[in-house]
């Protein structure tokens, strides 16, 4: 359809729309990261010091955009990352999302710990899933068994989560979200090991099996070594370990040492079709995203969502065009090279329009 028959024509205004409509603790809790957060924005960093070497005189009229992860087609290889408390953007949570990756073409992979139940996310399109280990074996066992029966195909173990951080933004208004409020006494987190890990995988079977949290080449050939299928690389965007790499920066290095032995996907810091470009250039099978679904759930829920992935499809096809490229399995490191970041990097700073009141860093309030 014509861009400027929808009511959104960048994911800029998505961004503006979700800050009228959401409350300040459920803005905060989505848009801040932990302590100084410092590791949120080296995550926008590390795609800015990516530049593009773009080819001419190619035939771009056709440009196929689409993938195949998991043995789920995927329109663009963007799938919606596991957001917990996605009710608290929308009053449909997981299904909401769950509806427009199914309607757009992609992939929802729902949080253990959002609403509404695992089955209802699952039939509302829901593929893959990401548990939060808040038992013992038995209990894990269980909750495996749960994810099978509901009819997920992926499992994904979030693993840097063994301490909750101190995310200061929601933390200096007093709240915090749904489900942080109703966790178990003990925490079964911090006592999450490989040998967890192990019990994990024998229950799920010969399903694939995602680990996300890595950010090391140690930890990912680790993962290899307990027979998972995709290293998911990411830093929980920003929200866990203050000071940490950019996922980006170590995406290269682990994309080289995983080889063909597992898949490799990444999140953290995406917030244009270029930087998703950029990402499968240097190695990446797909990218999630965390904030931009949350962020177009609370603009205008499940269409919002919709129009936001439209949105991104729209800026990969016109990079790709550009660079001389029609499909990503042309993509590779010949296409980017390291170059100067411009602008200072924060949530917000890929969108060159945004308007103030800005706060410190130029973020919005």
């Not at 459920?26 to 080296?42: C, F, I, P």
């Not at 693993?159 to 109703?182: G, K």
Request: net charge negative; aromatic share 6%; charged share 20%.
């Amino acid at each position: 359809m014509p861009e400027y028959d929808s009511p959104f024509v960048s994911n800029e205004e998505i961004v503006l729309a979700a800050r009228k409509n959401l409350n300040q603790g459920a803005w905060d809790y989505l848009v801040g990261g932990s302590e100084s957060e410092t590791t949120l924005r080296r995550n926008r960093l590390a795609f800015d010091r990516w530049g593009f070497r773009p080819r001419i005189l190619v035939d771009v009229s056709k440009i196929d955009t689409s993938t195949t992860f998991l043995g789920e087609k995927m329109r663009i290889p963007a799938m919606l990352a596991p957001v917990g408390s996605l009710q608290t953007f929308t009053p449909e949570g997981g299904a909401a999302a769950a509806r427009a990756a199914a309607e757009f073409g992609t992939v929802h992979c729902v949080s253990s710990v959002t609403e509404p139940s695992w089955e209802e996310t699952a039939a509302a399109g829901a593929k893959f899933f990401q548990l939060y280990v808040q038992g013992d074996d038995d209990w894990a066992r269980d909750a495996v068994q749960r994810i099978k029966a509901a009819g997920y195909t992926a499992l994904a173990i979030t693993v840097d989560v063994a301490i909750y951080s101190r995310r200061e933004r929601p933390m200096l208004n007093r709240w915090a979200p749904p489900t942080r409020r109703a966790l178990p006494g003990r925490n079964f987190l911090s006592e999450l090991t490989w040998r967890k890990l192990d019990v994990i995988k024998e229950a799920w079977g010969d399903m694939p099996l995602m680990v996300k949290g890595v950010a090391t080449v140690e930890d990912a050939l680790l993962c290899i070594e307990h027979g998972v299928e995709v290293i998911w690389v990411s830093n929980h965007g920003g929200r866990q370990l203050d000071h940490g790499l950019g996922s980006m920066d170590v995406l290269p290095e682990i994309v080289q040492a995983v080889g063909d032995k597992a898949q490799v996907i990444l999140d953290g810091g995406i917030q244009r079709g270029s930087d998703i470009v950029k990402a499968i250039a240097l190695g990446a099978r797909c990218v999630a995203l965390g904030r931009l679904q949350a962020w177009a759930l609370g603009a205008a829920g499940q269409a919002g969502c919709l129009r936001m992935l439209e949105i991104l499809e729209n800026e990969m096809i016109s990079a790709m065009g550009l660079m001389g490229v029609t499909s990503l399995d042309q993509l590779n490191d010949r296409y980017v090279c390291r170059a100067e970041p411009v602008i200072p990097p924060h949530e917000m700073s890929m969108w060159a329009n945004m308007p103030t009141p800005q706060g410190p860093g130029g973020r919005l309030l």
